[in-house]
């Protein structure tokens, strides 16, 4: 795990530069750093050494010295992928790394179709000068590029650009109104104008100025009917499989714990030593007793922590400022705290993200199921309910009523959305058209005769797993400078999920049905049964506290919250919020975040 930067273009100090870029994302790799510079290009790199830690530095050269290469991620079939390339190339090193260098020797191109693992990399061919970059299959590895004044560059993560005489730091309003639906910014575009993120499956190639995107890799469902045994049969064989490559490691492998399926899951196969909890004082959100009775059981360790209110503001800053985007979800800091924990004693985590968008996860799903008698009304009648429902305010049975008599493919944004599109045009001063569909539109084109179910995952796949649940944790993880695996992030993982169909997935009494009934055979307590909880974070009570109450206030009624916002609107929700007379709290804290996020880039 590790920083990677780089640029091609004509500067008068590449060196001062390129390492002014890489100490940005110095966190992101603080055991080592190594720097390559030729004519106009520079590529740089931080290293957190995890595997084959005295040869394994960075940039690293092929065996000829054709080809330099900077990475940051894990290949988890490195050895597999040697056996077959050392009978035509030469190694020097018993890094992953080194696969990479001759695995673009023999495959170009096509290289990234034979990978297992979680990677973002940037190789130069110094014959071609040719620059070909690749993110993995599911966007756990960051990267983004930003094109200006005749430079190119790249880097883990868009601060490190900051650094570049090159780049022009502004920001793109055109995101925000997707941002307050979706809670995250779903947009390849990002809050800086001209910065880009790579997708997830995709290769960039960058030669004579011009840049070059490919896929190698999109979601796709092949269900298939081989009976429900043989399917938590082939489920558990998965697991079991992508977990003991997930171990693979030249240091101490640890794990995160909540009290649910996923990380309990992944905990009782892996047998770490030591694992991490964090909760808070209310026993609402806080699952360190349900992680503590699984440990016991398993005989390891767990660690946990309370999180005050106190705490969880003191660095909200650092958070805001390492995720480089604002991002509503308020569990971003429990993931910070938790990370910090684990950092005290291990470089590497397991942690249980991408199960709910796998296997069917979230209860939101199981509308599919509940709900089949009122999909039975005819389409137009219930799409005109909703055109009226939707003209008042939003509580739960309207919610319903409205949500249901859209079509998945124009109304649905992901699992946890904030505002509503009506609600977006009262908040925000520069009235937008937006649609939801001219993001998700394309992730379920060629999905538009399957169910809902596949639909939505496809959309959450490509929206909210990359843009939020993976995101959040790389970002965090590497803040504290440790390595976060997710074994349920992995293409043969995906393979089993994608073929299975919607029962297996979400019934009337539970979601993620296969899964569960693979992981209690493994799980010694109940955990396989639980309902989602995730990291829960006692923000709506806090709101209401004086303390917490003032300060969000100060921000709506600052003179940047003016420029962007219907500042008495926000001030009257957050009043509303305060008596309980409404829960408005989500849609407060997103706008919240965005002006601590513009506070600490542009003001500051």
């Not at 390492?322 to 910070?336: C, G, Q, V």
């Not at 393979?495 to 299975?500: E, F, P, Q």
């Not at 706008?591 to 003001?603: A, M, P, Q, R, T």
Request: proline share 3%; net charge neutral; aromatic share 14%.
């Amino acid at each position: 795990m590790c920083g990677i930067v780089g640029f091609v273009g004509n500067t008068k100090d590449n060196k001062k530069i390129i390492k002014n870029m890489a100490d940005r994302i110095n966190h992101r790799g603080p055991d080592g750093e190594g720097y390559f510079l030729e004519d106009n290009v520079a590529l740089g790199h931080k290293r957190l050494s995890i595997i084959d830690l005295k040869g394994g530095s960075q940039p690293m050269f092929s065996y000829d010295d054709r080809l330099v290469v900077v990475f940051n991620g894990e290949i988890y079939n490195y050895k597999e992928l040697k056996e077959e390339l050392i009978k035509d190339y030469d190694f020097k090193t018993n890094s992953d790394t080194e696969v990479l260098l001759n695995g673009y020797l023999k495959w170009k191109e096509d290289m990234p179709k034979h990978l297992r693992g979680m990677f973002a990399f940037a190789l130069y061919d110094k014959e071609e000068k040719t620059l070909f970059c690749a993110r993995d299959y599911f966007g756990i590895k960051p990267f983004y590029y930003y094109e200006n004044n005749g430079a190119f560059m790249f880097a883990s993560e868009i601060k490190a650009f900051l650094e570049h005489p090159d780049f022009k730091k502004e920001i793109n309003d055109e995101v925000l109104s997707s941002y307050l639906v979706f809670g995250f910014n779903p947009r390849e575009e990002s809050f800086f104008k001209g910065v880009k993120e790579l997708k997830p499956g995709c290769t960039l190639t960058y030669k004579d100025g011009k840049v070059e995107l490919n896929r190698y890799f999109e979601i796709d469902f092949n269900t298939k009917k081989d009976g429900y045994d043989n399917a938590v049969g082939e489920i558990a064989n998965a697991m079991d499989e992508s977990v003991k490559y997930h171990m693979v490691s030249d240091v101490e492998v640890g794990s995160f714990l909540s009290s649910g399926i996923d990380s309990s899951y992944i905990v009782s196969l892996a047998h770490p030593d030591k694992t991490y909890t964090v909760g808070y004082e209310n026993k609402k959100y806080s699952e360190i007793e349900y992680a503590k009775d699984l440990t016991e059981k398993l005989g390891i360790t767990n660690k946990s922590k309370i999180i005050t209110k106190e705490e969880y503001f003191n660095v909200l800053n650092d958070t805001i400022y390492h995720m480089d985007e604002p991002t509503e979800d308020p569990a971003i800091t429990a993931l910070y705290f938790v990370a910090k924990l684990a950092s005290e004693d291990v470089k590497v985590v397991l942690s249980g993200e991408g199960a709910d968008e796998f296997f069917g996860g979230y209860n939101y799903y199981r509308e599919e199921v509940d709900y089949q008698f009122y999909n039975k009304i005819p389409y137009f009648l219930r799409h005109a309910a909703s055109k009226f429902f939707s003209l008042f305010p939003s509580i739960r049975g309207i919610n319903f009523i409205v949500r249901r008599g859209e079509k998945v493919e124009n109304a649905y944004v992901g699992v946890s959305p904030v505002w509503g599109k009506r609600e977006v045009n009262k908040v925000l001063k520069n009235k937008v058209k937006f649609k939801p569909s001219e993001i998700t539109g394309k992730f379920i084109e060629k999905f538009k005769s399957r169910d809902n179910l596949t639909k939505m995952q496809a959309i959450d796949l490509n929206c909210w797993l990359v843009k939020d649940i993976l995101k959040k944790g790389d970002r965090m993880t590497m803040a504290q400078s440790i390595e976060a695996r997710v074994p349920f992030v992995d293409k043969e993982v995906f393979s089993v999920a994608s073929s299975l169909p919607t029962e297996y997935k979400v019934n009337k009494t539970n979601t993620k049905v296969a899964l569960r009934d693979a992981a209690k055979k493994v799980i010694p307590t109940e955990a396989y049964k639980k309902k989602k909880l995730g990291f829960p974070v006692p923000i709506r009570e806090w709101m209401r506290d004086d303390d917490v109450y003032e300060e969000i206030k100060s921000k709506f009624n600052s003179n940047v919250a003016n420029k962007y916002f219907d500042t008495k609107y926000l001030n009257k929700m957050l009043d509303e919020h305060k008596i309980a007379k409404r829960d408005n709290y989500r849609k407060l804290w997103s706008v919240y975040v965005f002006l601590k996020w513009h506070e600490i880039f542009f003001e500051n």
